[in-house]
């Protein structure tokens, strides 16, 4: 890379960074090559900064007004959305910012599975990224449990009692989660507590996710490695902030959608009813973007064992680059594997809607089966893909074509040009 | 072979030249890019307004207007201190002294001048906000070389009309909005 | 643009399951004209204003409604009482204040900031005097049925004679669209139950949809400024995001020509 190179213009400038590089990295930052070819799909990862930040800076405006206390939680935030100033918009926004950063998270997951983008060398940037969905879902849920309502409450007493499926300490565990017999006081003061933590956490994990890019560079849609800085390459600033910023902006509409025409209708009307230990309501579901684990869940009629196949459905993902033994990265040139990719897309969403679902008759069984897939496909489909899949040839380059005639020449053409 | 390797190095050195021009463009400015960065830098600058509104007093604490106060049991020469805002309020039923000696200052003594008729419309009643006009502390009663109020956090003197006679203050005490709502009750804000 | 659709029709099958769950035992409730739905939706003033009298005369002796003032009814995008109305409204309430010097709680005449004045002193109270049932505090009450304002329209209409094959308890009642039919309240509104003072005639059906206006804007008091917001920044949205895909144009523009 061309970093080593560069020195400031000005004197202040060099001064500056000799003692601390910043505009070295600034440099490195807008200059970065990265792939021409990178699609829509991309964009994702600029979005879901922006959805941390969003929520960080919403979060952090909510806490001077929210008050964590199990007599008082309930009302402050109704006196959030009544009396303070433009609360109701940051409330808002909060709260349906949840949803979209597990929009665009979900994207961006399966937009690295089709792409290839979690096998060598980006291993790292993988399990990393893997650490940071499973903190988004800690802090989803905390957040969840903090305006005390009714799904708050019973969601947190649902989800905390999956800890004593744990033999012989489980509910020593759910106690000490607790702090005390059941979900009450010390246990939102200690949620609201780490809930503000994660977001920080979150955010150092996606500087190392950043760094971790940096040194093998982006992947693309063709999967195959680039020379840096070369044809195949535009600088980050200003191609592929450009583009970010588009996708952002288009983004944002969906997002102000929700927040100005539909903010409740992503929630359940019943966290609209403050929290009450004596009464559970008629469902229980969680927030949509749990809903795939949820059905995994309850298709196991074993309480330790539903809870370690809903663990391991997330842990699972964490070895995937080891599990998929195919060298090619891109689903572009692996006919088969693409169609297994699309199957995986419809399972989740399968399971998804079966979460949503009571666990009863026809609902129940679809979503074993679709349970059992799941993890066929990771554990078995994969692996074997790797070895017997007959894959395209690929091309040498993004600008080049493949070598010798190959039938996917005109489509290699035909993609590049749609890209430009 | 040589001229292989040179095939390569021309090469590279060609993609990287593009690379470089790639950035070199970017420098133009024209319309169009003026007209985008400015229309997103008024949209980030709205979307800012709202967390820094936000920390303003907000519709409740607006709403929390006035206070009502009984003085009927107040004797003459005794001060009731009662929270407004969140603020202490000094209500005192002056003596007959003091008010005389309130009265009789001179402008040119005063450092903030104001007469004592216009801060006592009723003279046996003094009405004002206890709080220092320096940095903010509540004076103590009946101490201070004026035999008004000193403030203890850094020694300023005011006289039996709350006005600042010696130390750092600049102001006199604050006289809130208030009104006799009859003869027993003061109402204030 | 073909992204575009993908993003969205991912967007509407995860979002159909969701809405979903709460149709699952859901009846067909009665349709009414809402003036606040829609981009634009404002509430209907006088709506608002016949609502307040259909809950302070009629519901306001069960139900609480803790989380508004006495302001909140004089303030923009609500019934918009002239401030002295709602003076006049605050003060014809008795509010427990204190304590004063002497140590003792006291009343006093309502004023602005009061909160809404609660029929019960607490929980338990409520219960004792309706027979172990909490009437619900109707603050946010729209928004804490799945069914929002159709539901509470429609529950409110909605009592009947019981089929006979359910047999009912005494002090519960027979109601179509409640959860599971069965309800703990009398039918709480009949015919000329309240005489409006703009002459509207006090049909049930009229002052359902009164009551649950007043409901929803209680719950939603910022819901006009959130349309007018909303319009606002969406066609903002839509402006720079124009602007934005031509710069871009532009300069990748710049890629395509050197290839």
Redesign the interface.
Known sequence: MSDHDYRPKSKVGQWFNDRLPLLTLANHLTDYPTPKNLNYWWTFGGILTFCLITQIITGLTLAMHYIAHADMAFESVEHIMRDVNYGWLIRYIHANGASMFFLAVYIHIFRSLFYGSYKAPREIIWIIGIIIYLLMMAAAFMGYVLPWGQMSFWGATVITNLFSAIPLVGEGIVTWLWGGYSVDNPTLTRFFTLHYLIPFLILGLVVLHIWALHVPGNNNPIGIDIKKPSKDTVPFHPYIVIKDGFALLMFMIVFAFFVFYAPNILGHADNYIEANPMVTPAHIVPEWYLLPFYAILRSVPDKLLGVVAMLSAILILAVLPWLDTSKIRSAVFRPLYKQFYWILVADVLILGYMGAMPAEGLYLLIARVATAYYFLHFLVILPVLGFKEKTLPIPLSITEPVLGGSPNLAAARIKESKIE | MNSYINYFKSKRDNNKSYFKCLKKKTKRRDFLFTATTAVGAVGAAAAVWPMVDQMNPDASVKALASTEVDVSSLKPGNTITVLWRGKPVFIRRRTKEEIDEARSVKMEDLIHPEKDEDRAKNPEWLVMLGVCTHLGCVPLNDKGDYKGWFCPCHGSHYDTSGRIRKGPAPLNMEVPKYEFVNANTIKIG | MK??YK??S??I???V??????A?EKVEYLKTDWSFKG?FGKFDRASLQRGYQVYTEVCASCHSMK?L?Y??LA?KGGPEFSEAQVKAIAASFEVTDGP??DGEMFTRPG???DKFVMPYENVKAAQAANGGAYP?DM??LV????G?VDYIYSLLQGYEEAPSNVSLDDGVYYNKYM?GNKIRMSAPLSEGLVEYGDGTSATVEQMSKDVTTFLMWS?E??LE???Q???K??V??????T??????K???S???S??
């Open positions: 992204n575009l993003l969205f991912i967007l099958i995860i979002i399951p969701n809405s979903y769950s709460f699952a981009l989380y003032s302001r909140n303030e004063n010097s004023k602005l900031s619900p603050s946010v928004k804490a049925r799945g929002g959860y719950a008091p910022h400024a959130r349309h917001m909303g319009f920044a969406i903002y949205l839509i402006i720079l995001t602007l934005v895909y031509f710069s871009m532009k300069i990748w710049r890629v395509k050197e290839i």
